[in-house]
């Protein structure tokens, strides 16, 4: 028997859902559902870690992914938060400056989050939803110094990581049928009984 923590990329992940139209009512993912897909057997889910960061600079937006963090809060699932960075950069078509904003914080997050909770022996095997290959470091260290600890990866779907495949214990692949089992009702009740409701934009 097993103790598995899941850790989820959550950008690499919404960003794989958003990229086609029709997986678009997956944004409304319930991860500790989709988290449980992974635990077999005699095997139990100790815990979920969403990693994430909000873009302040959209209100729509921000008010969509705290709706949806509150669900996640509601499911015991713990959220970890990044940042991001206003960065400027060159655009090569019109050959202008302009600013974006750039994610900061997930990867080293994740890696810090998988290294801590190994050492405090909170999981046996640990299942990353990410195709990052920055992460690759922090696998390698904690089963340089864990050797008996196992990680796996989901790659979000449609996308592809070879190189982190090959250096995980273990992969899984993500399906439509996979999102599709998982998703929150349009209403979720809530345990203070309160609700919130899916966002239009997302079902």
Same mark, same amino acid.
């Given at each position: 028997?097993? &103790? #598995?923590?899941?850790?989820? !990329? ?6 794989? #859902? ?50 949806? #963090? ?6 015991? +699932?713990? +959220? ?10 060159? =655009?090569?078509? =019109?050959? &202008? ?6 994610? &900061?914080?997930?990867?080293?997050? +994740? @890696?810090?989050?998988?290294?801590? $909770? ?6 046996? &095997? ?5 195709? !990052?290959?920055? $992460? $690759? ?13 196992? +990680?796996?990866? %989901? ?12 250096? @995980? ?12 089992? =998982?998703?929150?009702?349009? %209403?979720? %009740?809530?345990? !203070?009984?309160?609700?919130? @409701? ?6």
């Amino acid at each position: 028997m097993a &103790k #598995i923590v899941v850790f989820v !990329d959550g950008f690499k992940l919404y960003h794989a #859902i958003a990229v086609n139209p029709t997986y678009h009512r997956y944004k409304w993912l319930n991860l500790k559902k989709f988290a449980s897909l992974y635990v077999h057997g005699r095997d139990t889910l100790e815990g979920v870690l969403y990693f994430t960061t909000l873009a302040t600079w959209d209100m729509a937006k921000t008010s969509r992914h705290k709706l949806y #963090i509150r669900a996640f809060e509601n499911e015991g +699932i713990s +959220i970890v938060y990044g940042e991001f960075k206003r960065k400027q950069k060159h =655009c090569r078509l =019109c050959h &202008k400056d302009f600013w974006s904003f750039e994610e &900061k914080q997930t990867d080293v997050n +994740i @890696a810090l989050s998988l290294f801590q $909770l190994a050492v405090a022996d909170r999981y046996d &095997k640990a299942v990353i939803i990410s195709g !990052d290959t920055d $992460l $690759l470091p922090a696998v390698k260290a904690v089963r340089s110094t864990f050797p008996a600890k196992q +990680i796996g990866v %989901v790659i979000p779907i449609g996308r592809a990581s070879e190189d982190f495949k090959k250096q @995980a214990d273990f992969h899984y692949k993500m399906r439509e049928q996979h999102l599709a089992s =998982c998703r929150f009702d349009d %209403v979720l %009740v809530l345990k !203070d009984k309160s609700t919130i @409701a899916c966002p239009a934009t997302w079902k």
